[in-house]
Structures are given as C-alpha cells and as structure tokens.
C-alpha cells in the first residue's frame, strides 16, 4: 500500500552531517506517521524519531534529541532526518517507516510499523 525509498547516507567524518530523505508512494501519505529507525551491525533496530501525519508534533530518542531533526512534506510524500553533529556511535543502517495514524499515538517500537524502506548506510570515523 506504502512503498518507502530512502537516500542520503554515506560516510562522514565526527562533527559532520548528513540529510536524509525518504519518499513514500501513494496517495495515503499524509495519514501515516513517519519515523525513522536505525540498526547497527549485532545490535536490535532501535527508534531514532517521529513525525505525526500533519508534522505538527515530533519525538525522537534521547540519544539523538538536539541533533536530529525529522521534517516531513505531504504535497512532496516526503519525509527527511537532518543529523547534526554526527559521532561514530550514529554508524547504523536508518530505515524509514511509515504507520497508519488513527489518532494520537505515535509509535517508538519497530513492530509498530507496517511499511518500511530497504534502509541507507549511514558510516561516521573518527
């Protein structure tokens, strides 16, 4: 129903920044809240943040709070995450995801989200 295709990773330095960019299909989009997850090599796929359907409200996990910012554009199908002031422990693969918002409930949890992209290597050295 929703098919995500996520761009924009690649290999930076510490302190650099990355944008990435997600594009989603379908006319549904602006229903759905959109988060962003990533997992690194060994370790579980772990909420990065979220955005809700009209982008009005935003979440996202402590590790990345200050740094991060998701932003979404409905008319575009659209969602991005700016990454600021990046470190080696950000080094993962970053999914974007997407879930049908009922109501107000905004989901942080990987088994929450019905549709995801194929992910974006996301490399930081040191």
């Known amino acids: 129903q929703v098919q995500l295709l996520e761009s924009g990773g690649g290999l930076v330095q510490t302190g650099g920044s990355l944008r990435l960019s997600c594009v989603g299909s379908?006319?549904?989009?602006?229903?759905?809240?959109m988060a962003w997850f990533r997992q690194a090599p060994g370790k579980e796929r772990e909420f990065v943040a979220v955005?809700?359907?009209?982008?009005?409200?935003?979440h996202y996990a402590d590790s990345v709070k200050g740094r991060f910012t998701i932003s979404r554009d409905n008319a575009k199908n659209t969602v991005h995450l700016k990454m600021n002031s990046l470190n080696p422990e950000d080094t993962a693969v970053y999914y974007c995801?997407?879930?049908?918002?009922?109501?107000?409930?905004?989901?942080?949890?990987?088994?929450?989200?019905?549709?995801w992209g194929q992910g974006t290597q996301v490399t930081v050295s040191s």
């Open positions: 995801a997407a879930d049908l918002q009922i109501g107000l409930r905004l989901g942080i949890l990987p088994n929450e989200y019905d549709y």
């Open positions: 379908g006319r549904s989009f602006s229903t759905h809240a």
């Open positions: 955005i809700s359907r009209a982008g009005t409200t935003r």
